[in-house]
């Protein structure tokens, strides 16, 4: 009963805690906390929301993922990624900030939730091969660039938007004193003193300074905050056409935010040597969102950043989670009034730092380097972020459309070459290496790829082509190695080349075959007839029939 209870509550798993326990999981709780409460109330305001809901969505959501997730040190809350799809996916359809925009928030997470619970539910992490690497990236520098723009004018102090830095721009001059001071503390922090909690410490000294200048009657702050729990939000149901709009940004989130999540598990479940539960994940990462939604405030993910924290201040169980949910707790029950006089600006510098980690403009270099295809991919996926903004989900959308293009490009052009034996004994590329045909009148060829609908036109356009321009063939050599399935399409395509090299007076052999492509071809009876049919085990049998190995 218990196990298969654990099953599905992985937090039953969890070691009863001790003192020596919970001393480290608080530390490590205390360490992260000083990172993600700034930044999740930084992140609220990126996202177009009350300031309050940030600390919302780090509060319950990360308690429940937690509690449902195979990994136990994952930061969920708000992240720069996710929060900015929240806010470019929504204007247009609400005000920021507005009863209606909270709304529509709130479906979002839920919509995006249910999206990674289903998935997860029912075994299918798969699904999240369809964002491929290079699509995440060229989302990632993207948005990255679109998130330090839309800081800009708070960050500078500049009194209207961005475009205003072209016609008679005007600043004020505490508000960018604030922000570019904050920004060079976090940098030099971060490089100088990584131990320190800056953001923590500049926070608390401007908000001490603006409260001493009175800074809030002449600038922008943070303002009053809500103090206590949030209440339990249930959404009206929305028009028809509004709800239909949020569908692909809440698909694009799901996407994003489990390969956020993705790429924190795989490096705790690698220092643990454990194997990584992607389903029961995205069912903790789905648990979040919608509880989330419940609390009244907008979608969350894995935070890299955070989660990479934890890990490595010394937390081994959920329970550090647990602690950093209980400090977030005392926050919103006694130290909301506190962040009343914080500049805007230092909140968006908070965010400016965090995100300038995400720019790496060189990995489009070393993409290329790897694969220019999937260069092309990442750059194309950026380039529509950026022009289809602020309906960015576009880019990440596009992304996935041409990395599944490429795929398929892929299966139906197999790599299918004619064999030689190498020098060194191994069979190679004739052509590419110059080397002599495996004997006389014969087309010894290999193809990497499954024997199904996709790549059988293509082998069975390689032999007959080789046929039309060598008609003094006599054999035909499959090195079947490579070949690990075969479907309907390939033994009637098998079955034909059989019938049409027989009808030529043409010897098959087949090298290395697998057993399941090979009961599959028995039981349809395309190997019955061995008349003009050679099978050999192994390719060394094969090499010893033709006379190029000697017994």
């Known amino acids: 009963m218990l196990p298969s209870l654990s099953r599905w509550l992985p937090f039953l798993r969890w070691p009863r ?44 959501p990360m308690l429940a993922a937690v509690l449902f997730s195979s990994s136990t040190r994952l930061s969920v809350g708000p992240s720069a990624l996710s929060s900015v799809l929240v806010g470019a996916s929504l204007l247009g359809l609400a005000e920021p900030g507005s009863a209606q925009w909270v709304l529509l928030a709130v479906w979002l997470a ?26 995440l990236t060229g989302f990632s520098q993207a948005a990255a660039l679109l998130i330090i723009a839309s800081q800009l004018p708070k960050l500078l102090g500049l009194q209207g938007p961005l475009a205003s830095l072209l016609h008679g721009p005007r600043f004020d001059l505490e508000g960018l004193a604030y922000g570019l001071v904050s920004l060079a503390l976090f940098e030099v922090g971060k ?57 692909a940004p809440a698909l ?38 919608l509880v989330s939604g419940l609390s009244g405030s907008f979608p969350t993910s894995t935070s890299f950043s955070r989660s990479a924290i934890t890990l490595y201040s010394g937390a081994k169980t959920g329970w550090a989670t ?6 977030v707790l005392l926050v919103l029950l006694f130290l909301t009034p506190a962040l009343y006089h914080v500049p805007s600006a230092v909140l968006s510098a908070v965010v400016v730092a965090a995100v300038m980690g995400l720019l790496k403009p060189r990995v489009f270099t070393q993409l290329w380097q790897v694969d220019r ?15 289809a903004a602020p309906s960015i989900y576009w880019g990440v959308l596009s992304g996935v459309v041409i990395g599944l293009a490429h795929f398929l490009y892929l299966r139906l052009h197999p790599r299918i070459i004619e064999v030689g034996l190498h020098p060194d004994g191994s069979l190679r590329d004739r052509h590419l290496w110059r080397l002599a045909p495996i004997a006389p009148h014969t087309y010894a060829l290999r193809m990497d790829a499954e024997l199904d609908f996709a790549s059988a036109s293509a082998f069975e356009r390689a032999v007959v082509e080789h046929l039309a321009a060598n008609p003094d063939t006599r054999h035909v050599c499959l090195f079947a190695q490579p070949i690990n399935r075969i479907d309907a399409t390939g033994v009637e395509v098998f079955t034909a080349l059989r019938r049409l090299l027989a009808a030529r007076g043409i010897t098959l052999h087949v090298s290395g075959i697998k057993l399941p492509v090979e009961t599959v071809l028995r039981k349809a009876g395309a190997l019955a007839d061995e008349t003009m049919l050679r099978l050999y085990r ?14």
Do not use: H
């Open 373 to 387: 295809v999937e260069a092309v991919t990442a750059a194309v996926t950026a380039t529509i972020t950026v022009l």
């Open 17 to 60: 805690p001790d003192a020596g326990l919970l001393r480290g999981e608080v530390t490590a709780a205390l360490t992260v906390a000083v990172v993600m409460i700034p930044q999740s109330v930084a992140y609220a305001g990126l996202a177009g929301m009350p300031l309050v809901t940030g600390l919302y969505a780090t509060f319950l």
């Open 191 to 247: 490089r100088l003193l990584p131990r320190l909690p800056t953001v923590l410490l500049v926070l608390a000294a401007a908000a001490v300074l603006s409260w001493a200048t009175g800074y809030a009657t002449r600038g922008s702050v943070v303002g009053s905050l809500p103090a206590g729990l949030p209440a339990l939000y249930l959404p009206a149901l929305p028009a028809w056409d509004t709800l239909r709009a949020l569908v």
């Open 110 to 135: 839920l919509l995006a939730g249910a999206m990674q619970l289903a998935v997860g539910a029912s075994g299918s992490a798969w699904m999240l091969n369809l964002v491929s690497s290079p699509v």
């Open 252 to 289: 694009v989130l799901a996407l994003v935010s489990s390969m956020e999540m993705a790429a924190s598990a795989k490096i705790e479940s690698q220092r643990d040597g454990k194997r990584w539960d992607a389903n029961q994940d995205l069912v903790g990462q789905g648990v979040g969102k």
């Open 322 to 327: 647990v602690a950093a949910c209980a400090i």
């Open 538 to 551: 192994t390719d060394v049998e094969a090499l010893l029939a033709f006379g190029r190995l000697s017994p």
